[in-house]
């Protein structure tokens, strides 16, 4: 097709925030399927007032494009907040009065899919939420 002169092809299959929210078919914020990258976060510190502070800062998100979004149902309404340049700590979530405890594991959506794959050294793929595989991941950045 002479028309097409780009395919991202990657960006698609794995799905990241900022695709997801062109995705839906209905108009609304949900996607029509569960995206094969998420990454798991876990609280800890907080809550304090309506926030939270997980560990999954600018050193393991990639900035540009959407927010990481939330998928447990519970916790669904949060907003992530990028918070200061100090990104071993991480940033905090802010929402609604049902805030996860220290300790909860989110699963989230990145940002930015192609960046943040970069940043690790491994994909862990599961199958009924059992690591049943690690892949490699050439070229990649500095995250474990």
Not at 99 to 108: A, F, H, Y
């Amino acid at each position: 097709m002479p028309e097409l002169t780009e395919i991202q092809a990657g960006s698609y299959v794995l799905m990241d925030s900022e695709y997801l929210a062109i995705e839906s078919t209905d108009g609304s914020d949900a996607p029509d399927y569960h995206p094969a990258l998420t990454m798991l976060t876990t609280v800890v510190s907080g809550p304090y007032g309506r926030q939270v502070t997980v560990d999954a800062g600018l050193k393991a998100l990639y900035r540009d494009g959407g927010r990481p979004r939330v998928l447990n149902p519970e916790y669904a309404k949060l907003q992530y907040d990028w918070f200061g340049m100090n990104t071993e700590s991480s940033p905090p979530w802010t929402g609604p009065a049902l805030l996860p405890e220290l300790g909860s594991v989110l699963e989230l959506v990145v940002s930015h899919c192609d960046p943040t794959v970069n940043l690790f050294d491994g994909y862990y793929i599961t199958r009924a939420g059992k690591v049943a595989d690690v892949w490699p991941i050439d070229l990649r950045g500095r995250c474990q």
